[in-house]
């Protein structure tokens, strides 16, 4: 079966721009996760889909992120305006229902100078 | 709130080997532990996983020992090999959710 996809793989911006992150799940998985990896550091939850409804979104800077999985499958996450420190990789990962076993992309290398 | 660590933060193993990570945990109420491999430049990958009502479970060269008592958890690999090197992180549920509170990961070195 084929994983999850993200798009794209590199992502270098100036900080106060724009930008948006694109992720596939695996085909049926419900439950969709962005996470924010920094050097050195595990994972860290931005965001929790089932469907397209949100489960918890409570680590999202939304003063400045914003995600959405308007039709339940595909989901962006985007960032507006970037700062320095949101430079990290972005992780999407997908779930069946009722499964801890969580599937990752490959993930999205954003560096923000 | 509620945390997953690792003891060290790199492991240099000579390939051949058997390796050991350890990980601690501060929710007893977890009821289940997991283990990724991220490999560089590459999303966390699956190895094992472990219920709150077992003690130890086998995997291919892989075996995660569990003891509740001191909230502690290991991830063994026999016979290293350098496929092996990557960051191994320790994970485990926030809620029921099935949110992850992750650890900060021990880089696996293998020596030749």
């Known amino acids: 079966e084929a994983g999850v996809a993200q798009s794209p793989r590199y992502k270098i911006i100036e900080k106060r721009q724009s930008v948006a992150f694109w992720c596939n799940p695996i085909?049926?998985?419900?439950?969709l996760y962005w996470y924010q990896q920094i050097l050195g550091q595990g994972p860290k939850l931005l965001i929790q889909f089932q469907n397209n409804g949100v489960v918890d979104d409570s680590q999202l800077p939304k003063d400045r992120f914003s995600a959405e999985r308007l039709k339940g499958v595909d989901s962006t996450l985007k960032i507006q305006p970037a700062k320095l420190e949101d430079s990290a990789v972005y992780l999407c990962a997908s779930s069946n229902r009722d499964s801890h076993e969580q599937y990752f992309g490959p993930g999205t290398r954003l560096t923000v100078t | 709130g509620e945390s997953v660590g690792l003891h060290l933060p790199t492991l240099s193993v000579q390939e051949g080997d058997n390796s050991i990570i350890n990980c601690a945990y501060s929710?007893?109420?977890?009821?289940?532990f997991i283990w990724y491999k991220q490999e560089s430049g590459k999303g966390p990958q699956f190895i094992i996983d472990i219920r709150s009502n077992m003690d130890k479970r086998q995997g291919q060269r892989v075996t995660v020992l569990l003891n509740k008592t001191v909230k502690h958890l290991s991830l063994q690999i026999a016979a290293t090999q350098p496929g092996d090197s990557a960051v191994y992180f320790c994970?485990?549920?926030?809620?029921?959710?099935?949110?992850?509170?992750w650890g900060a990961g021990t880089k696996l070195i293998i020596k030749p």
């Open positions: 929710n007893s109420a977890s009821d289940y």
């Open positions: 994970a485990g549920p926030e809620d029921s959710n099935y949110q992850l509170i």
């Open positions: 085909s049926g998985h419900a439950t």
